[in-house]
């Protein structure tokens, strides 16, 4: 099974909180078709209605990302508008996202489609790539795609120091249900 281990978050200043270095336990196994608990504010119409037991009302090509009723679409035409930024977009003097950061945020809103679990927004980040935000009452969550290549997770609830998982690329999938699980349990 993958593993993911925490490391240095880019961006904060050493010092400022200490992250337990520890290995995620392998998420439980769970079908496709079996209901996701929580009640969390950015899932989809369709996982929503999987919680609820009422699948059968909610029309199956919600589930195409391409679907114009799709949160998806919106969110990949995102990662595709930031390559129309320019260096120090910020002002702070961030490079724009980059090819590889744009590339590696797809993958990342693929594995979410096939989950069908939309996250918050898809922005640039001051860290010099994609971010993708997630929110659940008191718990938040980021997907981090920077212009190096490297993906981190970063997972926080309440006023707790935030964990940072550095994601392997082979391991998307593992890491994105891993958020998944995080913010609706």
Same mark, same amino acid.
């Given at each position: ?15 400022? *909180? ?31 209605? @999987? ?5 059968? @009302?909610?029309? =199956?090509? %919600? ?18 508008? %930031? ?19 744009? *590339? ?23 860290? =010099? ?57």
């Amino acid at each position: 099974m993958p593993s993911l281990t925490s490391a240095n978050y880019h961006g904060m200043l050493s010092g400022t *909180f200490s992250v337990a270095s520890r290995e995620l336990s392998p998420l439980p196994e769970q079908s496709s078709d079996a209901p996701i608990t929580g009640n969390s504010r950015n899932v989809t119409q369709t996982t929503t209605a @999987k919680q609820k037991g009422l699948m059968a @009302k909610v029309p =199956e090509d %919600l589930d195409n990302p391409y679907d114009a009723r799709s949160p998806f679409l919106k969110l990949f035409g995102r990662v595709n508008s %930031l390559r129309n930024l320019q260096d120090d977009w910020n002002s702070y003097g961030s490079a724009a996202p980059n090819t590889k950061a744009r *590339f590696w945020a797809r993958r990342v809103l693929h594995e979410l489609a096939h989950l069908n679990f939309a996250p918050l927004t898809v922005t640039a980040s001051s860290d =010099e790539g994609v971010a993708i935000f997630f929110r659940s009452r008191d718990k938040r969550a980021s997907i981090e795609c920077l212009n190096n290549g490297e993906i981190l997770g970063v997972l926080s609830q309440g006023s707790e120091a935030p964990e940072v998982l550095s994601i392997v690329p082979d391991h998307l999938k593992h890491a994105v249900r891993t958020i998944q699980v995080f913010l609706t349990t």
